[in-house]
């Protein structure tokens, strides 16, 4: 998916193009969550559309329900829905930075490994002296 170290740095306009599509896998997996949240809500505990889009924005959110629950259902859906948006945040939160971290690691990595004055074969690495 991403160029090898020994690859170089894709240009600013493909970076951008990978951030963008990393971004719209975000915005599907949030999308797909926050239905499957509200139609949860909505048959678990019969609650207005509305308010299951309250109880499972914030719960995607990491806020937790508004709504009081009363069916047992219902709660066992909250519990289950909670540990299922801690993880969504996590790969979201994923799928948002690691181009841009890739492009940090590369970009530091390329530097590394390029020569220094005084090492003038290229097939030998540069190597920091320590004292």
């Known amino acids: 998916m991403y160029e090898h170290r020994n690859q170089p740095l894709i240009s ?17 997996l949030l999308g797909g969550s926050l239905v499957l949240g509200i139609v949860g809500y909505h048959v678990t505990e019969h609650i207005s559309w509305i308010d299951s889009l309250l109880n499972a924005s914030m719960l995607l959110g990491g806020m937790g ?11 066992l859906f909250a519990s289950f ?3 299922y948006s801690g993880i969504v945040f996590l790969v979201v939160a994923g799928l948002i930075f690691a ?33």
């Open 12 to 28: 600013r306009a493909e970076f951008f193009k990978r951030l963008a599509q990393h971004a719209g896998s975000a915005l599907l």
């Open 81 to 83: 829905y909670a540990l």
């Open 65 to 75: 329900p508004v709504t009081e629950l009363h069916t047992t259902a219902g709660k």
């Open 99 to 131: 181009p841009a971290f890739h492009r940090f690691l590369h970009h530091f990595h390329l530097e590394m490994d390029e020569p220094d004055a005084e090492n003038t074969n290229p097939d030998t690495p540069n190597r920091v002296e320590s004292s």
